[in-house]
T-cell receptor
């Protein structure tokens, strides 16, 4: 079947630290991959996406590369800010959306 | 574009009462999704519609839950009777599935309805 697994949180970092949130997937075909972000009290917003192998999605300093060989789509940012504190969801779309369980990021000043 | 609109934003009710949540998807989108989010279970897909027709309702927890989409611009999720364990944030999302292949398109989420059943 199709599923997404992402690292457990919470992840706590100091401002300007490097961020990695791991995401791996299982799919019966070739899905599109997404990262969504949820700020407190809000709905999920698309952060970035990649639709085929080796594509790199990027937005607001965040990046993720679609790695078919390792079935991964890890989220990275070189220097996090306090305003990046949120819950991050990895997801795949293969005729249906499958979301990971979410990873909470806390960034301290 | 106003985005996905949900109402009410907050609902507090007593056990046994009927609750109706409302959603207006983005104009032109042909698919609509209802999700429930709790600390314990995370984000769960309850039901989704394509062209106003329910396609997959396997996530609807029990007969107390029902959803309708009478037209392309409106959907409701009803809980009758409500129970304390239904307390959660309920999200509606919409997407355009029919163009370019369904797997490429993102879902757009509303702000959610926070439901508290006492």
């Amino acid at each position: 079947g199709n599923s997404v697994t992402q690292m457990e949180g919470p992840v706590t970092l100091s401002e300007e630290a490097f961020l990695t949130i791991n995401c791996t997937y299982t799919a019966t075909g070739y899905p599109s991959l997404f990262w969504y972000v949820q700020y407190p009290g809000e709905g999920l917003q698309l952060l970035l996406k990649a639709t085929k192998a080796d594509d790199k999605g990027s937005n607001k300093g965040f990046e993720a590369t679609y790695r078919k060989e390792t079935t991964s789509f890890h989220l990275e940012k070189g220097s996090v800010q306090v305003s990046d504190s949120a819950v991050y969801f990895c997801a795949l779309n293969f005729n249906k959306f499958y979301f990971g369980s979410g990873t909470k990021l806390n960034v301290k000043p | 574009d106003a985005g996905v609109i949900q109402s009410p934003r907050h609902e507090v009710t007593e056990m046994g009462q009927e609750v109706t949540l409302r959603c207006k998807p983005i104009s032109g989108h042909d698919s609509l999704f209802w999700y429930r989010q709790t600390m314990m279970r995370g984000l769960e897909l309850l039901i989704y519609f394509n062209n106003n027709v329910p396609i997959d309702d396997s996530g609807m927890p029990e007969d107390r839950f029902s959803a309708k989409m009478p037209n392309a611009s409106f959907s409701t999720l009803k809980i009758q009777p409500s129970e304390p364990r239904d307390s959660a944030v309920y999200f509606c999302a919409s997407s355009l599935e029919s163009s370019g292949g369904s797997s490429y398109n993102e879902q757009f989420f509303g702000p959610g309805t926070r439901l508290t059943v006492l």
